[in-house]
């Protein structure tokens, strides 16, 4: 395959003030982004745009998985800090809509899910009128952890499918595709608007992308993002083959056609990409607000059950 980048994936250089200042927030806040830690071409426009997708848990993954430029190892940090710097710095950027993601911390017993919470309820209590939306991890399929990041309210919940079924285990290794269908079909048994997304130029077939789609409509998946694969280093999976922009949209109208509320289909496309769009278009904080209200509705009946 021809290795020189097409002209459609060539991503403008980043010169705006407000990147400048995005860049200052998350330097001075010692913040780890996904958008560095993973090389995201969109990162440009994405802090020009003000937003930035903030990274928990460490910058170091106990997962290799295939497709992410990412560092894997062993973990040497568990900042319980993390939850209010984060908090504080999502607030000097003057966000709306805020993505959360991190590594996957497998080391911990919760695989994390503890910070995760903690940090959902830190953004609330801090920016009550701003959107979380949180990538996480599958933790290892275990309900109880879950259900921890679940009960903080996140506004969207997404967690990413990567990539076909068959590739699943030569690309991710660590996870599993049913059980990343069964934790995106839990959160929306839960009442929450669910989102996950796919790669395309990893050695995926046409019949394999529709039978992907096709499972994630099943399970209730709201938002579908489609980008581009892009190899992080020569260690990494290499490129099948370049996708066109008319492939994205004809896998866009067919994502459209069978049922996802939104599909944001591209050779940049991303996960965060546009993800400020989506909160508005499903309104997430009046949803939040009745969840808040019938939890707390709950634990007075509970409270009230409980013995003297």
Same mark, same amino acid.
């Given at each position: 395959m021809e290795n020189r980048k097409p002209e459609w994936l060539r991503a403008k250089l980043p010169t705006s003030a407000g990147y400048? &200042?995005?860049?200052?927030?998350?330097?001075?806040?010692?913040?780890?982004?996904?958008?560095?830690?993973? *090389?995201? @071409?969109?990162?440009? /426009?994405?802090?020009?745009?003000? %937003?930035? %997708?903030?990274?928990?848990?460490?910058?170091?993954?106990?997962?290799?998985?295939? !497709?992410?430029?990412?560092?894997?190892?062993? =973990? %040497? &940090?568990?900042?319980?800090? /993390? =939850? +209010?710097?984060?908090?504080?710095?999502? +607030?000097?950027?003057?966000?709306?809509?805020?993505?959360?993601?991190?590594?996957a911390r497998d080391d911990l017993k919760d695989g994390g899910a503890s910070v995760w919470a903690a940090t959902i309820r830190a953004?609330?209590?801090?920016?009550? &009128?701003?959107?979380? &939306?949180?990538?996480?991890?599958?933790?290892?399929?275990?309900?109880?952890?879950?259900?921890?990041?679940?009960?903080a309210c996140p506004d969207i919940f997404n967690h990413n499918l990567e990539t076909v079924k068959r590739l699943q285990r030569p690309i991710r290794k660590t996870a599993r595709y049913d059980r990343s269908l069964w934790v995106l079909e839990h959160a929306k048994s839960r009442g929450f608007i669910t989102k996950s997304g796919i790669m395309l130029g990893i050695g995926e077939k046409e019949h394999e992308i529709e039978e992907v789609l096709q499972d994630m409509q099943a399970v209730g998946v709201d938002i579908l993002t489609i980008g581009q694969?892009? *190899?992080? %280093?020569? /260690?990494?999976? @290499?490129?099948?083959?370049?996708?066109? =922009?008319?492939? !994205? *949209?004809?896998?866009?109208?067919? +994502?459209?056609?069978?049922? !996802?509320?939104?599909c944001e289909s591209g050779p940049l496309v991303r996960s965060s990409y546009h993800a400020d769009e989506q909160s508005?278009?499903?309104?997430?904080? +009046?949803?939040?607000?009745?969840?808040? #209200?019938?939890?707390?509705? *709950?634990?007075?009946?509970? #409270?009230?059950?409980? =013995?003297?």
């Open positions: 400048k &200042e995005v860049r200052s927030i998350v330097d001075g806040h010692n913040l780890h982004t996904v958008c560095k830690s993973a *090389q995201c @071409p969109n990162m440009g /426009e994405c802090w020009s745009r003000g %937003t930035a %997708t903030v990274m928990i848990l460490g910058n170091i993954c106990t997962r290799s998985c295939r !497709f992410c430029a990412i560092q894997t190892g062993r =973990p %040497t &940090e568990l900042d319980l800090g /993390e =939850p +209010a710097r984060v908090a504080e710095s999502i +607030a000097r950027m003057n966000l709306t809509h805020t993505v959360i993601t991190s590594v953004v609330h209590n801090r920016i009550p &009128e701003c959107a979380v &939306e949180v990538l996480t991890a599958d933790f290892r399929g275990q309900q109880e952890y879950l259900d921890v990041v679940l009960d694969y892009l *190899q992080p %280093t020569k /260690e990494h999976e @290499p490129i099948d083959r370049w996708v066109t =922009p008319e492939e !994205f *949209q004809h896998w866009k109208d067919y +994502a459209l056609k069978i049922g !996802f509320g939104v508005d278009r499903f309104d997430v904080r +009046a949803r939040r607000k009745a969840m808040l #209200a019938e939890q707390a509705k *709950q634990n007075e009946a509970d #409270a009230n059950l409980a =013995p003297a």
